[in-house]
């Protein structure tokens, strides 16, 4: 079954869509969009580096990422630069850094284009192997430490002092943002990964009463935009990468539209 | 009802001679600072003075820079901050905020709703609520989750005046209730100082300290607040015993709901009462 190519992008996207859903939601709450830009954004001096000491360049880019966010954490601590500032210098820093190693690798040819805005239709077994297993890993730890990670978004100092540790819970986050920009690159690219965080999960927002239930909508509307975007992909011939991009922002736009409003039960008793 | 005014209640907090150093200069220094079960301490001081740096390093959620903070085996915190920014984009009711960090049984969530009168919001979106809602929603959490120690910062913040003398009743019913020790920061010294046993006044360090009538006599507080706030000290000497629910009914102090309020009852358990200067 997963020997035609058009079958692995599906299930290898649909792979994706089912962890960026819950984590996207978190990336939405903790307004981490830019910072989830950044960490994408060095995942091309991830790969670069990969293919310099030779190692796999899922592992080289999950390392990268990882770092950068480290590196961001460590200088929003300290007193100067406004987060902003920071995160517009390190995203476009390690991109371009990124794009001057490479030119500099001459003895491999790498296709930039991939990198940047992904080649869905070109995953192999392998690769749906890695996004199958690193995304169980990433929702196993995602459920295990929902609850802080909840309570912290929600305000850090109750989570700390009711002793839910919301540091530890951040920083295993990270990690989880890394891996799934990681296990994203081959599938939408470095530039069009945090779309396939946010948008699905703002898409999700109108339909959902908690937080647990925009989690679990966010994964059926990432799911719901790479079956589109590749089968549009598929039929028109067009990117795959910025086709499921498109397919999301469509069913956001769809989301915005005027639908007999649901109130949640108990608002009508207020003025 | 409450023996420990009687028996040297359990010590939940002790602080001693802590201090937490920021940017080069000391946030708040040489602080001594005892709370016991069923005793509220009231932190007041200016701006700035160190308030809640001190609360929060009194639960650990800063670590003293000098100083020791010593907190009971186990001792479970309840903690209200001053502002909550909530991003709208999370779907948050009130009954998720009252599980927020921990499970709770729905009949202890829907009681502890019904108290801080709230129990018809249970459903509604927590950017949705009013200031004063959303205050009585996270009073409403302290009582049902029952901790050991409730630290309120500037509970009445962005709350009317009657809303403000509700909350505070509604404070010593929790600390009636549960039995928790309350450490309690406020601008506002007259309200509350009523029901509290300690006030602790500081600007960077402990100014003066005792009980309510004594620090608003102090020479050091009466420079710090003028001597206004001690001429409104008693003002508010709780006649409001009872709250009128939705329905018409008056709930009592004590707990019992009836169809009038019928004055002045006896609240019976405040130590500070007897030593209430007259207006």
């Known amino acids: 079954m997963l020997d035609d190519f058009f079958t692995r992008a599906i299930v290898a996207g649909v ?22 830009d950044t960490m994408a954004h060095s995942a091309l001096l991830g790969v670069a580096l990969g293919f310099l000491f030779e190692i796999n360049l899922t592992v080289g880019v999950f390392i990268v990422a990882a770092a950068a966010s480290i590196v961001l954490l460590m200088l929003q601590r300290r007193d100067g630069l406004s987060t902003d500032a920071l995160l517009g210098i390190l995203s476009h820093s390690t991109l371009a850094l990124g794009l001057v190693m490479v030119a500099f690798m001459s003895w491999i040819r790498i296709d930039l284009m991939s990198f940047l805005f992904g080649d869905i239709l070109a995953v192999s077994k392998l690769d749906i192997a890695i996004i199958y297993a690193g995304g169980a890993l990433v929702l196993a730890l995602l459920v295990y430490l929902w609850r802080p990670l909840l309570a912290a978004t929600v305000n850090v100092d109750i989570a700390e002092a009711e002793g839910l540790k919301p540091e530890r819970a951040r920083f295993v986050f990270m990690l989880l943002m890394a891996a799934v920009i990681a296990i994203a690159m081959k599938v939408v690219g470095i530039l069009l990964i945090t779309s396939l965080l946010i948008i699905p999960a703002a898409t999700a927002r109108r339909f959902s009463a908690t937080p647990e239930a925009m989690a679990v909508f966010a994964s059926l509307a990432g799911m719901l935009a790479v079956v589109g975007g590749l089968s549009t992909s598929l039929r028109f011939d067009t990117p795959s990468g910025p086709s499921i991009v498109v397919a999301a922002f469509i069913l956001f736009l769809l989301s915005l539209t005027r639908l007999p409003v649901r109130r949640p039960p108990g608002m009508e008793t207020r003025r | 009802m409450l023996q420990q005014t009687e028996n040297p209640a359990e010590v939940l907090v002790e602080m001693h001679n802590a201090g937490i150093h920021r940017a080069r200069r000391w946030l708040v220094r040489g602080v001594d600072l005892t709370v016991r079960r069923g005793e509220i301490v009231t932190l007041i001081g200016p701006n700035g003075s160190g308030k809640s740096t001190t609360a929060k390093t009194a639960i650990g959620v800063l670590k003293p820079d000098e100083g020791t903070v010593k907190r009971s085996r186990g001792l479970k915190v309840g903690y209200i901050p001053q502002k909550m920014s909530l991003d709208w984009t999370m779907p948050l009711t009130v009954d998720r905020l009252m599980r927020l960090t921990g499970p709770l049984p729905r009949a202890r969530i829907d009681a ?36 050991d120690l409730l630290v309120l910062d500037e509970p009445v913040q962005g709350v009317d005046f009657p809303g403000e003398v509700a909350l505070y009743r509604l404070i010593r019913e929790i600390r009636d209730r549960t039995k928790c020790g309350i450490l309690l920061i406020s601008h506002d010294l007259h309200v509350v100082m009523k029901e509290t046993d300690t006030v602790i006044c500081l600007n960077g360090h402990v100014c003066c300290r005792g009980t309510p009538e004594n620090v608003a006599q102090s020479a050091e507080y009466q420079t710090l607040f003028g001597a206004r706030g001690s001429d409104t000290l008693a003002i508010y000497r709780h006649h409001h015993d009872h709250t009128h629910l939705s329905d018409g009914r008056i709930r009592h102090a004590d ?22 200067p007259d207006a």
């Open chain 1, 15 to 36: 792979g994706l869509a089912v962890v960026a859903g819950p984590l996207g939601c978190f990336v939405v709450w903790r307004r981490m969009a830019y910072f989830g």
């Open chain 2, 112 to 147: 502890a709703l019904e108290a801080a009168g709230v129990a018809h919001l249970k459903n509604a979106e927590v950017q949705a609520l009013s200031g004063g809602e959303f205050q009585r929603t996270l009073l409403a959490r302290a009582l049902a989750r029952e901790p």
């Open chain 2, 255 to 276: 707990g019992t709901v009836g169809d009038a309020c019928d004055g002045q009852h006896d609240h019976g358990n405040h130590h500070s009462e007897k030593a209430t």
